[in-house]
């Protein structure tokens, strides 16, 4: 059986709290997911906001010129006009166009979240997805049953019933809360596959609170779930989504043990293209994957004690289950130094799957310039950090001129920061430099409160939740790569930022900036 892979990396992913991709990330995902072999895009959710619908619109026009090859591209709306409206217009250029649509079933949500009853619900299930499939503009229908898995079961069938009945050809049982088990979900899925009649294509979507998203997929599968949805390096609302790479592996590793009715389970991942993939969405998303993670994780093939590097070393199968080279590892050994041109770093910087514009690869050519001078070679890594670091400044009001910093065991850090300030009303205006002197905890704590004070978030207006500093490579001239959260403490809206330099105070003050970028053009 064909187990059909659904990506919503840039719909539930981008749900990820401080994740936002704008139309370019989308676009650039996009094209390295269709070219790892997904079966389904879900670009967005079009009604949530003009820039998802203008994304969503982007990666449509994408397929429409061919550059998605036959994948599908689906988008979200809720049951209501408007929502499918949105989508419809959104979707309209691709090659393959779903419309993925959804209300939940589960009386805590019915009466908490919508406050309708389980009639008004199945009304709008039946009025919605009439009116989906009599729009003509989307070429398959797919329901979700939000909570489904905390559904009254009788109800869900009714749910799932009605939308059949209307003319949606796939049905999607989520698992929203991450709260079901996989023997508990195999017995809900086969029980409502006998309830409803049709030639309806089961799909199941898990989170994973619970740490189970990627079982729970599994076991769908192997009692007959044909499309299983998921993300790149599992991201998603709160613990995230099942990973698209553990899915993926388990399918091939264990074929033997994972079989529906005694068949075997493919699917058409290209597994040589993930470690890219989960790269990419690494960099473009500012989450970066924990490094025991599975499959992706940094550690993933590394063997740290002697007994087991004995065995890699004898027999790699000792400790490996996984060859690295199918997952891509390894597969690129190119290192750009002081010498490389211009047209080496950009031809790399494309392969990797980010598209910038001449003023893009302006900017990082010039920052990986710098950094060459201090760094005899610079990996796909360092590559990465640098990209990162210039998508998050763009469009940034505030830009690093100068900074001092006195600190010692003696005497409270001090830090002097000058920031470049553009007009955003006149971009063509020379940008002001304003210059703020601020102590702290520690040098870092001062350079931050000096920022605050410069773009008026001080005072309490945000809050630092996460800081923290790698190194990108190995080595003492290793660039460090800098990671800042901040929320907005009147709204609780989060923001990151990125900064790289081969000075640690440099890249945290980077990063800081480009956090607070964000925040201030929010407030704009
Ligand atoms: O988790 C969920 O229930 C969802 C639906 C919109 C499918 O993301
Ligand atoms: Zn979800």
Not at 262 to 271: A, P, R
Not at 285 to 291: E, L, R, T
């Amino acid at each position: 059986m064909r187990i059909h892979i659904y990506d919503t990396t840039l719909r539930d992913g981008e749900q990820t709290p401080g994740v936002h991709f704008g139309v370019t990330q989308k676009l650039d995902i996009a094209r390295r997911l269709a070219k790892t072999g997904v079966d389904v895009i879900e670009a967005g959710f079009p009604a949530s906001s003009p820039g998802d619908r203008e994304a969503v619109r982007a990666v449509s026009e994408a397929s429409g010129r061919g550059e998605l090859g036959d994948t599908v591209v689906s988008a979200l709306a809720r049951m209501i006009p408007a929502d499918i409206d949105a989508a419809a217009d959104a979707v309209s250029p691709a090659k393959r166009k779903r419309l993925h649509i959804f209300i939940a079933t589960s009386d805590i949500h019915l009466e908490n979240k919508l406050r309708i009853t389980r009639d008004e619900c199945l009304e709008r299930i039946r009025a919605c997805t009439a009116y989906g499939r009599e729009l003509g503009a989307f070429d398959e229908i797919e329901f979700s049953a939000e909570d489904a898995t905390r559904s009254d079961f009788d109800f869900l069938c009714e749910a799932v019933r009605t939308a059949v009945e209307e003319g949606a050809g796939i049905v999607n049982v989520p698992d929203t809360v991450g709260y079901t088990t996989p023997a508990e979900f195999q017995e809900i899925l086969i029980r409502l596959r006998g309830r409803v009649p049709g030639g309806w294509r089961m799909s199941v979507h898990c989170h994973n609170d619970l740490g189970m998203a990627t079982a729970n997929s599994l076991a769908a599968a192997e009692c007959g779930a044909e499309q299983i949805e998921c993300t790149v390096n599992g991201l998603g609302e709160r613990a995230g989504n099942a990973a698209m790479e553990e899915i993926v592996m388990a399918l091939k590793v264990r074929r033997d043990a994972i079989r529906c009715d005694g068949d075997e389970l493919t699917c058409g991942i290209v597994t040589r293209e993930i470690t890219e993939t989960s790269r990419l969405v690494a960099s473009l998303s500012g989450v970066p994957v924990q490094p025991n993670k599975a499959v992706v994780g940094q550690n993933a093939f590394a063997h740290a004690s002697g007994i087991h590097q004995h065995g890699v070393m004898a027999a790699r199968g000792t400790y490996e289950i996984m060859n690295p080279e199918d997952l891509g590892l390894n597969a690129n050994t190119i290192v750009l130094g002081k010498l490389s041109g211009r047209h080496a770093f950009a031809d790399r910087v494309a392969q990797m799957g980010y598209s910038l514009d001449t003023a893009g690869i302006d900017a990082t050519f010039a920052r990986f310039k710098e950094i060459a001078d201090k760094k005899s070679v610079l990996t796909d890594d360092d590559l990465r950090a640098i990209v990162g670091e210039y998508l998050d400044s763009l469009e940034g009001k505030y830009y690093l001129d100068t900074f001092q910093i006195q600190s010692g065991n003696h005497i409270r850090a001090m830090a002097l920061v000058s920031l470049s300030a553009k007009d955003p009303s006149d971009p063509a205006k020379e940008p002001e430099v304003i210059t703020e002197a601020a102590p702290g905890e520690g040098p870092v704590d001062a350079a931050f409160n000096a920022v605050n004070r410069i773009a008026g978030a001080d005072g309490g207006r945000v809050e630092l939740v996460s800081y923290g500093i790698t190194a990108v490579t190995e080595g003492t001239d290793a660039l460090g790569e800098a990671r800042v959260k901040i929320t907005d403490t009147a709204s609780g809206t989060t923001y990151t930022g990125r900064g790289v330099s081969t000075d640690v105070i440099k890249a945290s003050i980077k990063a800081y900036l480009g956090a607070i970028n964000k925040w201030e053009r929010m407030k704009r």
